[in-house]
């Protein structure tokens, strides 16, 4: 995502708090890229995650004073940047921190801590507490956002009263390809994080005796793989892209058990022309179209899940279809989309 939005102005300067050519240097060029005090750390991309607290001063203190128009892609910390009071701040959001509105689920996301219940889970709700007083100090910067979904607008809405325009988050297409769906595996491709349910797709397919294959790495990967002894589950780890690809092309569907903000996945997926099936709620609800691309099931439960993956008939979904509907959501129509709402906003537009 973050490249396509960097493509988009070549010539500008790019700001981060943590920069690793090794993981990111394909997304854009080195030379265009300003770090904060935090890349010095020795170890910072590692544990990254623990330098949390840290991060709204990292952006706070960028110098954007030389610049009209500031345009930032974030899910936490890039909103908050300060800014000339006669220039333009445009955010493209991908979701309200999660610290804001699911404290649970973001210390998920820190084994360390101990588990929510743990005792430095406990400790570190003040820190948290006071990273959410400036998350909604730093949301009533921008001058105007855009979310990456109407999913993500109304959460911004409810969080931050605030208007969002809606520009939906384009999918890669050129990292996938149409495949034949003969595998004879479901797939769930995600970082292996409690809130993402992937410990629900794993009961659902021993539920219905099917073979599922889980790519992706994660904090919460030995739970899940405990969780799936004896069932026809395989782990296959963070993979490269074209080992991605023959994998996502060969599955019968692809699986997005937990409830997204937006959500790639299944987009991903038909882009590789097969269907996707994801719990109805959050972002799905944007990009898949039931009967046509995909699938919904109703309730969060692996039941509901294993009923739907008996009925499923993947032979009813066209693959060239499929991978039409994943063109309209590709980094061309984005790329338009964004420039125009970004123009409109520096013209005086609000949503």
Request: glycine share 10%.
């Amino acid at each position: 995502m973050f490249r396509h939005v960097a493509d988009a102005y070549p010539l500008a300067p790019v700001y981060t708090s943590l920069f690793d050519p090794r993981v990111a240097g394909d997304l854009v060029d080195a030379a265009r890229v300003r770090t904060s005090a935090l890349d010095r750390l020795p170890g910072a991309s590692a544990y990254f995650r623990f330098l949390a607290p840290f991060y709204p001063a990292a952006f706070e203190h960028f110098d954007l004073s030389a610049y009209d128009l500031i345009v930032s892609t974030t899910t936490a910390w890039a909103k908050g940047v300060r800014f000339r009071p006669d220039a333009i701040h445009v955010c493209y959001i991908h979701t309200v921190s999660r610290f804001a509105f699911a404290y649970e689920q973001y210390v998920g996301a820190f084994p360390a801590l101990g588990g929510v219940g743990g005792l430095r889970a406990r400790l570190a709700r003040p820190i948290v507490s006071r990273l959410v007083e400036w998350d909604l100090k730093a949301a009533q910067r921008p001058t105007a956002f855009i979310a990456n979904s109407r999913n993500v607008a109304e959460r911004v809405r409810k969080y931050y009263g605030r208007e969002a325009f809606v520009a939906h988050c384009p999918v890669d297409l050129e990292r996938f390809s149409v495949g034949a769906g003969d595998g004879g595996y479901l797939l769930v491709v995600s970082r292996l994080l409690g809130y993402k349910r992937v410990d629900l797709a794993i009961e659902a397919a021993r539920l219905a005796g099917m073979r599922l294959l889980v790519v992706g790495s994660g904090p919460a990967e030995a739970e899940l793989k405990a969780a799936a002894v004896g069932s026809k589950t395989e782990f296959l780890g963070s993979v490269s892209d074209d080992a991605l690809r023959m994998i996502m092309g060969g599955a019968r569907a692809v699986i997005l058990p937990g409830e997204e903000d937006y959500g790639l996945v299944p987009l991903e997926a038909n882009a590789s022309g097969r269907p996707a099936i994801a719990y109805g709620r959050g972002g799905a609800l944007e990009t898949i179209r039931p009967g046509v691309t995909g699938e919904h099931f109703a309730l969060p439960t692996p039941e509901a899940l294993a009923a739907l993956l008996r009925m499923f008939d993947p032979d009813r979904y066209d693959p060239a279809v499929l991978r039409a509907h994943a063109e309209s959501f590709g980094p061309e129509p984005f790329k338009r989309s964004f420039a125009a709402l970004v123009d409109d906003i520096v013209g005086g537009a609000r949503p």
